[in-house]
């Protein structure tokens, strides 16, 4: 299992921002070459793997070596946003609940990029699918995570995976608190 997430929750001053430096800290402590448990899955053996976000480029293979293994998250499309007032102790607190789209594309290059960037895609899928491996996410405000299974996208000078994933991300309005 990973480390606990140390990065501060989701808030709605850097609803982007918060979201990104969670989902790097939550893949780094699982894409970094060891053995993880994973729920009930013991010592899964993940790669180490370049982690971008948005439009970050992959470092080039001859700076770092033959093979080339990246995850890079890009935001999609904005899903539907509520807001409700909820009771905590004697404080209401508006609370927003916010769906979006994420899409992972692994990438390989190499001798064997096809079985590494399947492997990689899968390993992504299952570990965003697992609700205990993601229970750090939900306890900094990312939640329901929905990942799609991996589509092959391309396979020319190197192998590109895609995999979509579907989360609710929830936190509190800071300026909408009231006493009860």
């Known amino acids: ?6 990065k501060p929750p989701v808030n709605e001053m850097a609803v982007a921002g918060a979201t990104l430096a969670l989902v790097q800290e939550f893949l780094a402590g699982y894409f970094d070459g060891h053995r993880h448990d994973v729920g009930g899955n013991l010592q899964v053996t ?4 370049q982690l971008l976000f948005q439009q970050s480029g992959v470092t080039p293979p001859a700076v770092a070596g033959d093979n080339t293994l990246a995850i890079t998250l890009v935001w999609g499309e904005p899903g539907r946003k509520t807001a409700a007032f909820e009771n905590f102790s ?3 607190q508006e609370m927003v609940q916010a769906e979006v789209t994420w899409n992972f594309w692994v990438r390989a290059t190499g001798s064997n990029a096809k079985a590494e960037a399947q492997k990689c895609a899968d ?3 299952g570990l965003l699918g697992n609700t205990a491996a993601t229970h750090p996410l939900t306890q900094r405000g990312i939640r329901r995570l929905r990942p799609r299974e991996p589509r092959p996208i391309q396979e020319t000078d190197y192998v590109l995976q895609l995999v979509t994933c579907g989360a609710l991300l929830r936190y509190a309005k800071r300026s909408q608190t009231g006493t009860i």
């Not at 299992?1 to 140390?6: A, E, F, G, H, V």
Request: charged share 10%; glycine share 0%.
């Open 90 to 92: 004697n404080v209401r």
């Open 1 to 6: 299992m990973s480390q606990p997430l140390t």
């Open 46 to 49: 993940f790669p180490k793997a």
């Open 123 to 125: 390993l992504l899928h």
